[in-house]
């Protein structure tokens, strides 16, 4: 009895320690980025959103920023930048105005567009260059090579909602498999080294395209959109933080930059291979904060 | 199939309305989670890792040596597992993950103290009066077989993202086990002692605190054991709600299929865990 009756007491003293100290920093959670030179951006784990996301870390942090990065499902940064109160001040990867048409339905009131990372953003079904089908029509006649399988990405991506519009829009005997976009690419290139038929949810920019020979398959119906890579913030981000709000409102990628950077995170990580690229490109990136 | 009841609807819409209600009350449990943990990290890291290793070494070392701890068999008794949290604690920092060890362990000693807090009590309580037990057990049922990615929902509906929506969904999910081993431990009490202490004009606070309590002792601290263990294997669940630590990078390397931080960070989750089972194990024997 003793021995619980000291463990209670070491409990209750560890808490009040820990309350005692942590009220020295207790500002710092409600006061967000009034005050501080402070940016929380949010990203969904996609390739270029990852890309776009800690390149902008590394021009914030080299300003003078501090920056904080949350990855979450696309559903959640949605929903989280639209409250009064948000945790949250901007996500780099909105795919507007189509494929998360459903999201900015929900949400877009309460949002703020206030910049464009990458126009000309491409979606659809995505094959390996030596399949010699060439539109979503001929999928059905050769499902068995495909084992009658799509393999798609996270069930919260519009790419997802959109492949099941495709899959009843052209009466496909396939199934969508549902994974993540770095799970899609093994795939594809586990099947591209065996030389065998397979199917993807792709998307451009995405890196993917470099390291392989691959082709969209044609979409007669139009179900899979072309979309401009939009930055989103909450509301009031652009008057908390104007500096900010400049560079987000500038920031713009080129494909061939784009690919580059991506390529720089693939051999080096993320965070060192976004300052890299950061460091060869530094007059333009940081021309885009003026 | 056409819905003969639309449940999920009305959970929905009572979960709006305590929302609404009561925002004030989430937002004062936000800003005291946050607070602690946030300090809790800043303490643990204002203090350089060699100090906390030695620290955590010392303190295995003497959970399991004990009495013994300056003789040799001291040695024999403690001496492998303070091993072990040398090495393990160096890889986690070697790796480059000490910073998400560490704020895993804060998520892990919070929700642990919350869970605790509430399950001690709820325990004694269950044993003590069978209208509670009847009332406590099946929602002790619901807590532990509804899946733990279900809580995620509401917790950052009420919470927003972060630490705490993972905290609040890490302390539902692994608060029932000590529940029921308090409840377990207080009952197993053989009913002669009880009535020994009540022949010897015992009062029922006595039988409790005196009998009762320190009888359990052992499954209560078996209880606590498995409260630790359940909250360790929900940071990578948490993670997906914004939970900062070890967990989140298990999760990134799961998205991003990377093999090799997805075994380097579990391993850490791993190592953790055995240095948390093993003192607990410890303490709960002596």
């Known amino acids: 009895m003793l021995k619980l009756r000291n463990l209670g007491i070491l409990l209750v003293s560890v808490l009040l320690t820990v309350s005692v100290s942590s009220c020295n920093n207790s500002g710092k959670k409600k006061g967000k980025s009034e005050n ?19 390149l902008a870390k590394a021009a914030l942090e080299a300003d003078g920023f501090e920056v904080n990065l949350t990855n979450l499902a696309p559903g959640l940064i949605y929903g989280e930048l639209s409250k009064d109160d948000s945790k949250g001040d901007v996500c780099l990867d909105a795919w507007l105005p189509n494929t998360h048409k459903d999201y900015w339905a929900d949400y877009g009131d309460k949002l703020v567009k206030i910049g464009e990372a990458f126009t000309g953003a491409t979606t659809g079904l995505v094959v390996p260059a030596y399949v010699t089908i ?10 068995d090579k495909f084992s009658s399988e799509i393999i798609g990405v996270g069930g919260g991506a519009g790419i997802h909602a959109n492949t099941i519009k495709a899959i009843d829009a052209y009466e496909l005997d396939f199934e969508q498999i549902t994974s993540s976009g770095p799970a899609m690419v093994a795939s594809l290139e586990k099947a591209i080294r065996d030389e065998e038929w397979v199917v993807v949810t792709g998307w451009k920019p995405h890196f993917k395209w470099v390291r392989n020979d691959l082709k969209y398959l044609d979409d007669p119906k139009g179900i899979f959109p072309k979309d401009v890579l939009t930055i989103i913030s909450r509301r009031g981000f652009a008057k908390d933080q104007p500096e900010a709000a400049t560079f987000f409102k500038n920031f713009s990628l080129e494909e061939g930059q784009l690919y580059e950077l991506m390529t720089a995170i693939a051999d080096n990580g993320e965070e060192a291979g976004a300052a890299k690229w950061y460091k060869a490109n530094k007059v333009l990136v940081d021309s885009w904060m003026k | 199939m056409e819905k003969l009841i639309d449940l999920g609807k009305y959970i929905e819409a009572g979960i709006n309305k305590l929302e609404e209600n009561f925002s004030g009350l989430w937002g004062a449990i936000d800003d005291v989670i946050s607070w602690t943990v946030n300090g809790m990290n800043d303490v643990f890291l204002s203090i350089p890792f060699y100090v906390i290793i030695v620290l955590v070494a010392l303190g295995a070392y003497y959970a399991n040596a004990g009495k013994s701890s300056f003789k040799i068999e001291g040695l024999k008794k403690g001496g492998g597992m303070t091993l072990f949290v040398l090495l393990g604690l160096f890889l986690i920092f070697a790796m480059g993950y000490w910073e998400e060890a560490i704020q895993t362990t804060t998520l892990v000693i919070v929700s642990t103290l919350i869970a605790l807090i509430l399950s001690i009590p709820l325990g004694i309580l269950a044993a003590r009066s069978k209208t509670a037990d009847v009332i406590i057990r099946p929602i002790l049922d619901l807590m532990q077989t509804m899946p733990a990615f279900v809580y995620l929902i509401p917790a950052i509906f009420f919470f927003s993202v972060g630490n705490t929506p993972g905290v609040v969904a890490t302390v539902i999910f692994s608060l029932p086990p000590a529940v029921r081993l308090t409840c377990l431990g207080i009952q197993n009490v053989s009913e002669d002692v009880i009535e020994a202490g009540r022949a010897f004009g015992a009062t029922e606070k006595q039988i ?34 914004g939970a900062k630590g070890l967990g989140s990078i298990v999760y990134q390397g799961i998205q991003q299929n990377d093999i090799a931080k997805g075994f380097e960070s579990g391993l850490g989750i791993v190592i953790l865990a055995i240095i948390l089972d093993r003192i607990t194990q410890a303490v709960a024997k002596k």
Do not use: D, H, R
Request: hydrophobic residues 55%; charged residues 15%; positive net charge.
């Open chain 2, 208 to 241: 409790l605190f005196k009998i009762q309590l320190p009888l359990a002792k052992p499954t209560i601290l078996a209880g606590i054991n498995q409260v630790i263990l359940l909250a360790l294997s929900m940071v990578v669940i948490a993670s997906m709600v």
């Open chain 1, 36 to 54: 501080k030179k402070e940016v929380n951006i949010f990203y969904p784990n996609w390739a270029e959103g990852v890309a776009f996301t800690y």
């Open chain 1, 134 to 143: 060439n539109s979503i029509e001929e999928l059905n006649a050769n499902k």
